[in-house]
């Protein structure tokens, strides 16, 4: 075994043990807010071999080329629904959170006047469940090489702080909230338009002398490309003022870490190693904002910064995902439940990869047993490597 095979095999060895010693009454009350969507998994048809069988349009460059030949022209591309699921960053997050045995608060659009069928396996296990209104949709294009994922987004207007703080019975009871919540997570700040607002005053109302500790406070962006630099600027601005209170974690995916590189004036690191690069970009962010921590998922990798030091690993990649859709939001899952488990930054990130890696693999949001026996399989893999 290769010295790098065998550090990552007991990097994995290790993370598993960490999460077999956490007592099963460890279970963290977490506030994971505000979006809701319900997201339609799709296939795009290259040829239709019979009504039930077909084959796929495999990679979005293929789509690409489809849609460039129709120029001038029109055409038509069939579409199959697979599945269709709770979708959102929060839910998705939260459902991963859950399966975790963590005692979540999920507030979301997730229906009006009752909870969507798609969302109720969620309330069933959540905390507690509050809905701001009816789900916004998505139409996930997934290819072998990514996804397209068509938001149709405009419920998220509705997502302010009066309102947020009008269904959980005022000011009063969004501290009440926080307050009991050992971990926060707000997650799709750029499809959110009232989140930076939201931010500005849960630092200036909410957040202020709420406990005497200070809880962890986890955000996802959520591809700001689709947002002007200056409203990214805004935002992490606002984000600033909330640090003054809580401890921020700033997750990122390799894709939005090379734009907020780009937006704030780093030049993202040129190293051979994925997350080498990573890890150097999340020390560089995390000194200029002053937040707690900044953490950047790859698609093979994963790296995260803290004010006492950094750490990167490989991780877990799939060539042939069952489903990509909210790979993402499980990384964060594993990765938050490890941080509020107290356990080392490099063992958060696998557990983060392992939480993750289990969900494309299998559609279902793991268990801590699940991860921990996915932890143990990967590390006798890199034994035999």
């Not at 279970?27 to 319900?38: A, H, Q, R, T």
């Not at 959102?88 to 975790?100: D, E, K, T, V």
């Not at 809905?131 to 998505?138: H, M, P």
Request: proline share 5%; glycine share 8%.
């Amino acid at each position: 075994m290769s010295d790098d095979r065998r550090a990552y095999n007991e990097l994995c060895n290790a993370a598993a043990t960490a999460l077999a010693a956490v007592p099963a009454t460890h279970k963290p009350e977490i506030l994971v807010g505000f979006d809701g969507f319900i997201d339609d998994i799709i296939d795009l048809v290259d040829k239709r071999l019979s009504p039930k069988e077909y084959t796929r349009v495999l990679t979005i460059t293929d789509f690409g080329n489809k849609v460039l030949a129709a120029a001038g022209k029109s055409a038509g591309i069939g579409a199959v629904t697979k599945v269709t699921k709770l979708g959102g960053n929060g839910p998705i997050m939260a459902n991963a959170l859950c399966a975790q045995d963590a005692a979540v608060t999920a507030i979301g659009i997730l229906g009006d006047p009752v909870i969507h069928p798609v969302f109720q396996p969620l309330a069933a296990r959540a905390k507690q469940t509050i809905s701001l209104g009816n789900a916004a949709v998505t139409s996930a294009l997934e290819f072998d090489d990514g996804k397209v994922m068509l938001n149709f987004s405009d419920p998220m207007a509705t997502i302010t702080f009066d309102h947020v703080a009008a269904r959980c019975g005022g000011i009063s009871g969004l501290k009440d909230l926080f307050r009991r919540s050992a971990g926060i997570a707000s997650v799709n700040w750029s499809q959110t338009p009232g989140m930076t607002d939201m931010w500005r005053r849960l630092a200036k109302e909410v957040l202020p002398n709420l406990r005497a500790d200070r809880p962890l406070f986890f955000v996802d962006l959520a591809d700001p490309r689709r947002c002007p630099n200056e409203q990214i600027k805004d935002g992490l601005e606002a984000l600033q003022e909330v640090q003054k209170h809580v401890d921020v974690v700033l997750g990122l995916n390799e894709n939005e870490c090379r734009q907020m590189c780009a937006v704030f004036g780093f030049p993202y690191p040129a190293h051979q190693l994925e997350w080498e690069a990573a890890r150097e970009a999340c020390v560089a962010l995390r000194q200029h904002f002053g937040f707690s921590r900044v953490m950047c998922h790859l698609v093979k990798s994963s790296a995260v910064a803290w004010s006492g030091g950094s750490a990167a690993s490989d991780g877990f990649y799939e060539p042939k995902p069952k489903i990509t859709t909210g790979a993402g939001d499980h990384f964060n899952a594993g990765f938050f439940g490890a941080l509020l488990a107290g356990m080392a930054p490099a063992h958060c990130l696998q557990l983060g990869g392992a939480t993750s890696g289990h969900y494309v693999r299998t559609g279902e949001s793991p268990t801590r047993a699940q991860v921990v026996a996915f932890l143990r399989a990967a590390a006798q893999t890199a034994a035999r490597a």
